[in-house]
């Protein structure tokens, strides 16, 4: 009996001491004013980071079970490389701002990039999307992410109030970076968004859920699978794909890349640059040698 109320007061001290550091981890956060979606993923991370340490039964976290448990995350939970650099981002963190102690040398890692190209829809794939989805909600929610350029989570978070048809402007508040940006509105969205308000009658948020509140971005994402599949597209293509595809289309049609820039909210040119590589409106004016050999 004794034994099992040591063990028990321990594991109930360990835990207290865990909820202490998330606790205060995430005041810190809220301090500094970061975005609500940050401070969710950063203070998971954090905590799977820290019921690994614990489960290690360690008194003190050496740099040699910070660099084990980033080999963990890679090889067996095969994390990608922009969730492997918020693992990384959430320890410095703790250690910096929470803890007020100098970051780790295991966490100054230069982590390569892979070099991948998004996935971009046609306009014609556009087209079909928008023309197999019968749902009005999910056909608007589709053409408005597409026609202005908007991340998942933008297009979740619109209100009513941030659709100015008299401007023809959405306003992001916000967005990424909480950094507030003005973007087009264009007519046939705000068509469809007329017919799809007069149908559904949404009382805060454009797009809710069935029980009110925010529309499900896991809902979204399945409701775009099912398009996408349901126009025969093979492409492997996001809700994410339709901002792809608005920047790509705004290049092709030979608009500045820096006015690009701003429309998506863009922090370094470089993010956009992205897009030239999958434009054709270079590609389109360069003829290959191959023209001219006869067959």
């Not at 976290?61 to 095969?78: A, F, G, N, T």
């Not at 507030?180 to 809710?208: C, G, H, Q, T």
């Amino acid at each position: 009996m004794l034994n099992f109320l040591s063990f028990t007061t321990k594991y109930i001290e360990l835990n207290m001491k865990k909820q202490e550091i998330v606790d205060s981890f995430i005041a810190t956060l809220e301090i500094e004013n970061y975005s609500q979606q940050t401070i969710k993923s950063y203070t998971s991370a954090l905590k799977l980071f820290l019921q690994y340490v614990q489960s290690r039964k360690v008194d003190k976290i050496s740099d040699q079970l910070i660099q084990e448990y980033l080999h963990y995350c890679v090889k067996e939970k095969r994390y990608s490389f922009s969730s492997m650099k918020q693992v990384v981002a959430s320890i410095r963190y703790l250690y910096v701002k929470t803890l007020r102690k100098k970051a780790p040398e295991v966490l100054n890692i230069e982590m390569r990039k892979p070099s991948k190209l998004p996935v971009v829809l046609s306009k014609n794939e556009i087209q079909k999307i928008i023309a197999v989805t019968k749902n009005i909600k999910h056909k608007t929610m589709f053409l408005l992410t597409y026609s202005a350029g908007l991340r998942l989570g933008e297009a979740l978070n619109l209100r009513i109030g941030d659709i100015d048809s008299s401007r023809m402007k959405i306003h992001i508040i916000t967005g990424k970076g909480k950094k507030d940006r003005y973007v087009m509105l264009s007519a046939n969205a705000l068509e469809l968004l007329r017919k799809y308000y007069r149908f559904y009658k949404p009382k805060d948020y454009i797009f809710e859920g069935q029980k009110g509140g925010r529309y499900s971005p896991k809902s979204f994402q399945s409701v775009f699978k099912a398009s996408l599949k349901k126009a025969g597209i093979r492409k492997n293509a996001t809700v994410h794909s339709l901002r792809h595809s608005f920047a790509t289309h705004l290049l092709d049609a030979g608009n500045d890349i820096r006015y690009i820039q701003e429309l998506l909210g863009h922090k370094r040119l470089e993010t956009t640059q992205i897009y030239t590589q999958v434009s054709s409106y270079s590609l389109n004016r360069i003829k290959s040698p191959a023209e001219d050999i006869d067959i």
